[in-house]
Structures are given as structure tokens and as C-alpha cells.
């Protein structure tokens, strides 16, 4: 049978070497399996597109809305505040807002504003009876849906559908949610807010009103907040405010205690110390001074006068004039030295007065010397002074250490609760002015407008999906069918599969009611009304492989069964039997079903003695025949009580009848029961000259036709090959790859 296949690969475990190429899908047997089952994907294709047809058609028409909110993510504060209620929008942020949106709160408040729990489209509550009227805007009061003067809306139930917080109102903000979507536009920081009604005008309503309250929200949740902290800071710059009085009332309180007096956050002690130790410093760098200048002064003291007169340190206004006199002098004594002896008056004149000036120098020199030491005495002593009121001081602050510690504890105190209640009072002021200054960090960027044209349903989406579910499903069972389809079809089952060669097609003949069967005895009759048909010429191409045989052997028994009921056997005896008639042959047909006589039934009813009788030895088999009317043919019936059905039938009894009948007949048809369930199919079919087995196209399954043959195999039966009844020409070629198209060209022959 030539089945839709994948051709191995070569050189695979499963295929010999240099055998076949590569897979390779067997798109000719596709072809033709997919038009083998075209009839049954043509209906699962029609019966899916017409269901989407149907659905889609009942579906109502459903408007949708859109609006586009945007998330400012830029922290737009127009006075720099310490306190923010805005945060930089990620991922998460957005997708927060949009569950924000869909909340079911959002929804409450749009039912309210919208007065939606009146409106029947959402409160299922409620039935109309009338076209639904224009929904209200926002703020208009309605009554109750029962109180309509004019019927329009009926309550469906007792409940009071449009009461707040009523079953109404839950069932309306159910609605709602379920027709309202919002989803951030891909990375952006763009929401849209979907919106979905049966009046587009009602859509754009929902959706406008929906970004309208979400923003207003916003807005009103930062100022909330913002007047929250500001109140707290308020309440709690009162208890600061107490805390530095207090604070700083206990500093002031403790200084008074201790008689601790600062200047500029120092107490009076510390700066004593620190401007004597200054002073200190100043004084023992002017005493080191003095005291170098007055030993530099008594190195000289003992020195002569030149020597005296070199150093810096015994200086005065007067001995620079005696020393100036003295020089004078002295260049005026070496003139007079060189000019006079020692005894002149002018000599002793002079020399008495330089005497005299070295006299008033040594005294001068001694004052200054003693001033120097005067000087470093004095400066001692204000560096003892000092020195001592330090000692003092620091002695008087030592003791004062633990007065210090806990002032100082309580001025850091004092000054942390001033520096936060500083920091909380400007903190409170720019809270006060950020209230009046907030804005919603989400914008309307464009707002949603009544749509033209439904969103849903689609109608060509919808039928295109169902035509493509269609055609999967048709497909899938066309693949079914071709995977169960184990039916004798084509030669190649019968030649292949069977092992026996395929004699004949034989096609089904058509039917003008479909609900009827036709009679082996009314398709013998239509086979002689219409020569040319299909039908007949499958029937004649069986007679002439028995008219060969029948040449060669002379008279000829053939027997006709199969493995089933049903399956077009007794049919073809008939027929087989009438053509030959037709052509002067004597030919007798056995009714060998002993159970079901068809034949007997439809020709010879009225039989009283049959093939039961003669093989009981009743009667002759010359007696028990009956020839037909106006026909060399004749019959051997089955008689229709028999006198003993279980009579078992042997080989041996049968080839001495069929011997005895071929004696008197050209052509001996048997018609045997099925070989499958039935011994007597086997052992008649065994002891004909030959056997046909007829297989229904695509009924019979291919095992129950090995097994039949093999079960007649064993009793040696002698089949001349496989006749396929009742098949359909036009599919049956698509199993033979001939596409059909051949049944066109020679259907011309044909006159059905």
C-alpha cells in the first residue's frame, strides 16, 4: 500500500550502505493522502470556520478607549526642601502605578462617579427592556432601576441594586475591573489606560474619568502628606522650643550657682590664663634679653678702654661725647708728646685732663652696668609675678574642673536641642509653602476620544483562527486516519502485504437512497441494464481470469468468500454467475452459506430441499436444483428449514458434488460462508478448482485477510487472488499514485 512515508537516510543504522539518500519527505504520497481525506478535512474545515463565523456573529461589538498618562521622572521641586513625597519612577514603581490604577478602590470611586451600578451594562442586576439610554455624567443622581417610569431598567432580583455598598454596586466595580486594563508602554514611563464598553462614547467616559481620578489622587495624597508633616513639625517645634528654654535656663542657672562668668563661650579663668601666658611669654623673652645684655655688659666691665669702646652693650648719650673728648684729646696729647717732655705744663696739662676723662668713662660705664643689673632684677621679678598668679589660676581652674565638665555637658545640650529646633522651624516653613506649591508628578498626555469602529470582536482574526484551528485539526485528522487505517486499499496491499495478486476492483454502484443497501439479485440486474458501466466492467475482468482458467481445465468450480460478512462476496458470485450466463454458459451457483442464504433468500426462496439435503444424502444434487428463469442459470439453494444444521461438511463430500456438477455445468460459482469465523468457508473453498476472496476497500482490515488466507492456506485451498469491492475509483487511485486524473480520461467508457 502505498502510505505517506520518510525514506531512510544512507548510511544510518536502519538502511544499507549506499542505499537511498538522504530523508526526505515523500511529497507526491502527502499529496495524495491529503487528497484522500479531503472530503473529511473539507468537513472539520467548514464545520470550524462556520462555528467562528456563528460565534463571532453573536458576539456584540465592543468599543475600546485609551488614554496615556505620563510619570514625570524628574524631581521638579520648585523650593529646595529637606522632605520630598516623590520618588524616581523604575520598574517597579510603574508597575505599582498601574496595579494602583486597577485597584479596586479606583474602581469603587469610578462606579460612584459615573453612577455605574445603574447602568445595566455593568450591574447585571439590572435587565433592560428598552435601547439603553445615554449613561449620565458625572454627579448626576439617579433613582432606582425599579422606579424607571418608563420600565427601562428592571430589577432582575430583590436586591437593591443601586444602594451604596449594595451587591449592585460590588457587581458593577467587578464589571468594570474586568473591562478596564492599563500596562506600561515598554520602557517608558508612559501608562495607558484601556478602557472597553458597547457605547464608544461610554469608553472614552470610563477611561477619561478613570486618568482624571487617579491624578487628582495623586495630587491629593502628596498634599495629605505634605500638610501631615507639616502639622507634626508644628507639634513638634512646641516641645523643642520648651526644650531650649529649658536647656538653656538650666546653663544659665548653674553659672549663677558657681559664679562661672564666660566671655564669648570662655570663662573668665581660662582667659586670665590664656592672657597671662601670653603676657608670661613676652616677659622671659625681655628678661633672656636683659639678662644677655647684662652679662655681655660684665665681660666688658674689666676690659680696657678700647676694648670697652668696641662693644655695643655700655653705650650712652654721654659716654659717646666723654669718649669723642677723650679722642680728641689723645691726638691732641701725641702732638704736645712729640713737641714737649713730660715736665712741660702743657704736657701735665693735657695728660691731667685725659686722666680725668677716663675717670668720668670707668664712672659712666659702672652707672650703665648697674642699670643693666637693675633691669634684669626688675624683669625677674614680673616673670616671678606672672608666673605665680598662673599657678594660681590654674590651681583655682583644677578645682573648678567638675563645675566646668557639667556646665559645658549642659551648654552641649542647650545647643543640640537649638541647632534642631532651628533646623525643624526651617524645615516647618519650607513644609508650610511646599503645600501650596505641590504638583502630580502624573500628566494626562493624550485623552481618550469615542472610537469609530469595535475593537472586538475581530471578525476576520476570529475567522482566520478559526479556519487555521480548522486546518490543523483537518490535518491532524487526516494524519489519524492514514495512522488507523488499516483497510485492504490498493494492490500493493493485496501484492505486498498479502502476497496474492489483485484481480479485480470492483467499484460501488450509486444509490438514489442512501439508507437502502442494494441486493446481490439488483446489482446482478443493474450489471445487465448497464453494460458500460464501472460496475460491469469490473465484473467482466473478474469472468475473463475465470474464463482463462476455465480454458485450460474445462468446467470449473470457483468458490467465493471472504473474512467477513458483508464484504461484497455473494455479490460477486451472482454477478459472475449472470455474466457467464450471458455469454451460453452453463453455470450453476451454490449457495454454500448455510447459515445466512442470501442468495437462496433473494432467488429461490420458496426451497425446500437444498446442499444440506445432498450432502445428507437426501435427495440428488440433480433434484435439489433449480434453474432460473429465461437464463442458462441455475441454482443450488440452501433450503429454508434445514433438517439437521449441524451436519458437518468434509473435503471429500464436496469435491464428489463439484465433480458430479461439472458433469452437467461449464461453470460451477459457489458462494461460501466467511473464512474468518466459519470451518465450512474453508473446507468448501479447499475443495473448489479455485477461490476468489473478496476484501471490502478499505473496510476490511488487512490482518483479518492475512489470517482468512492463511486459515485457507491450511486446508489447501487453491486462491487465484484478491477481488476489492465497493470501492470508490476516484480515491481508490490516489492509493495507486495515480492522482485521479486517469479516471477522467477513460470515465468516457463508462455509462453509469
Not at 467562528?52 to 465592543?62: I, N
Not at 599657678?391 to 549642659?410: D, H, M, P, S, V
Not at 460462508?673 to 478448482?689: K, S
Amino acid at each position: 500500500m502505498n502510505r505517506l512515508h520518510i525514506a531512510p537516510e544512507a548510511g544510518t543504522s536502519n538502511s544499507p550502505a549506499g542505499e537511498g539518500a538522504r530523508d526526505t519527505l515523500d511529497v507526491r504520497s502527502l499529496w495524495f493522502a491529503i487528497r484522500r481525506r479531503s472530503k473529511v478535512m473539507a468537513a472539520i474545515f467548514l464545520v470550524c470556520t462556520g462555528t467562528a463565523v456563528f460565534v463571532t456573529s453573536q458576539m456584540k461589538d465592543v468599543y475600546s478607549a485609551r488614554t496615556r498618562v505620563l510619570i514625570d521622572p524628574r524631581d521638579r521641586q520648585i523650593i529646595e526642601s529637606g522632605v520630598t513625597t516623590s520618588v524616581r519612577p523604575d520598574s517597579t514603581i510603574m508597575d505599582t502605578e498601574v496595579q494602583l490604577i486597577l485597584s479596586r478602590d479606583m474602581m469603587n470611586k469610578v462606579v460612584d462617579e459615573l453612577n455605574l451600578d445603574a447602568d445595566p451594562e455593568f450591574n447585571p442586576l439590572l435587565t433592560s427592556t428598552k435601547p439603553a439610554a445615554r449613561m449620565p455624567g458625572p454627579g448626576v443622581a439617579t433613582s432606582g432601576a425599579a422606579d424607571s417610569p418608563d420600565g427601562a431598567l428592571v430589577v432582575a432580583d430583590g436586591d437593591k441594586a443601586t444602594e451604596p455598598g449594595s451587591r449592585g454596586r460590588m457587581l458593577a466595580a467587578d464589571s468594570l475591573q474586568r473591562s478596564v486594563t492599563a500596562f506600561r508602554d515598554g520602557l517608558t514611563y508612559v501608562i495607558s489606560i484601556n478602557a472597553k464598553s458597547s457605547d464608544p462614547e461610554k469608553a472614552a467616559l470610563i477611561a477619561n474619568t478613570l486618568t482624571s481620578i487617579y491624578i487628582s489622587g495623586q495630587l491629593t495624597t502628596k498634599v495629605d502628606e505634605t500638610v501631615k508633616a507639616g502639622e507634626w513639625l508644628q507639634e513638634r517645634l512646641g516641645v523643642l522650643r520648651e526644650d531650649v528654654r529649658s536647656a538653656e535656663s538650666a546653663v544659665q542657672e548653674f553659672r549663677s550657682e558657681q559664679g562661672l562668668v564666660d566671655a564669648g563661650g570662655v570663662s573668665t579663668i581660662e582667659a586670665k590664663i590664656a592672657s597671662l601666658t601670653s603676657q608670661l611669654l613676652v616677659l622671659q623673652a625681655d628678661l633672656v634679653e636683659k639678662r644677655l645684655r647684662r652679662d655681655e655688659a660684665l665681660r666688658y666691665a674689666d676690659a680696657d678702654s678700647a676694648t670697652a669702646q668696641s662693644s655695643d652693650v655700655i653705650t650712652s648719650p654721654l659716654l659717646t661725647t666723654l669718649r669723642s673728648q677723650r679722642s680728641d684729646l689723645s691726638r691732641e696729647f701725641a702732638d704736645i708728646s712729640t713737641q714737649y717732655s713730660t715736665l712741660h705744663p702743657e704736657y701735665i696739662r693735657v695728660k691731667n685732663q685725659l686722666d680725668e676723662l677716663e675717670l668720668n668713662i670707668a664712672a659712666e660705664r659702672r652707672r650703665i652696668l648697674s642699670s643693666l643689673k637693675s633691669d634684669v632684677q626688675v624683669a625677674e621679678s614680673r616673670v616671678t609675678s606672672v608666673e605665680s598668679e598662673l599657678r594660681n589660676l590654674n590651681g583655682q581652674l583644677n578645682r573648678n574642673n567638675r563645675e566646668l565638665i557639667k556646665q559645658r555637658e549642659l551648654e552641649r545640650e542647650a545647643t543640640a536641642s537649638r541647632e534642631i529646633y532651628e533646623d525643624l522651624l526651617t524645615r516647618a516653613e519650607q513644609v508650610t509653602q511646599a503645600s501650596q506649591l505641590q504638583r502630580s508628578d502624573a500628566h494626562l498626555v493624550s485623552a481618550a476620544e469615542p472610537a469609530t469602529e469595535p475593537s472586538a470582536p475581530n471578525h476576520k482574526l476570529n475567522i482566520a483562527l478559526g479556519a487555521l484551528v480548522g486546518l490543523a485539526l483537518a490535518g491532524f485528522a487526516a494524519v489519524l486516519f492514514e495512522m488507523f487505517e488499516k483497510g485492504v486499499s490498493s494492490s500493493e496491499d493485496v501484492e505486498e502485504f498479502i502476497g496474492l495478486p489483485l484481480l479485480t476492483t470492483v467499484p460501488g454502484v450509486p444509490r438514489k437512497n442512501l439508507l437502502k443497501q442494494y441486493t446481490a439479485d439488483q446489482l446482478s440486474r443493474y450489471m445487465l441494464g448497464k453494460p458500460r458501466s464501472a460496475f460491469t466492467e469490473a465484473i467482466r475482468n473478474l469472468f475473463h481470469t475465470l474464463f482463462r482458467a476455465s480454458r485450460r481445465e474445462g468446467a470449473l468450480t470457483v468458490a467465493f468468500t471472504s473474512a467477513l460478512p458483508g464484504e461484497g462476496k455473494t455479490t460477486l458470485t451472482h454477478c459472475v454467475a449472470a455474466l457467464a450466463a450471458t455469454q451460453s454458459k452453463r453455470v450453476l451457483i451454490v449457495d454454500a452459506d448455510l447459515y445466512r442464504r442470501t442468495l437462496s433468500k433473494s432467488i429461490a426462496p420458496d426451497a425446500q430441499v437444498g446442499l444440506l439435503e445432498v450432502f445428507q444424502g437426501k435427495v440428488s444434487a440433480t433434484e435439489a436444483i433449480r434453474p432460473l428463469a429465461d437464463s442458462h442459470l441455475s441454482i443450488l439453494p440452501v433450503a429454508d428449514a434445514p433438517s439437521d444444521p449441524n451436519v458437518v461438511v468434509t473435503r471429500e463430500e464436496c469435491e464428489k458434488l463439484f465433480t458430479e456438477l461439472k458433469q452437467h455445468y461449464d461453470l460451477v460459482v459457489i458462494d461460501c460462508p466467511p473464512a474468518l469465523p466459519v470451518l465450512e468457508a474453508r473446507v468448501i473453498g479447499a475443495a473448489a478448482d479455485t477461490l476468489i476472496f473478496a476484501a471490502r476497500w478499505r473496510k476490511t482490515h488487512r490482518k483479518a485477510v492475512a489470517k482468512s488466507i492463511q486459515l485457507l492456506n491450511t486446508e489447501g485451498a487453491n486462491i487465484l487472488g484478491v477481488a476489492i469491492t465497493r470501492a470508490d475509483l476516484r480515491t481508490q487511485a490516489l492509493y495507486d499514485d495515480f492522482g485521479g486524473s486517469h479516471y477522467k480520461l477513460y470515465s468516457a467508457y463508462y455509462r453509469d
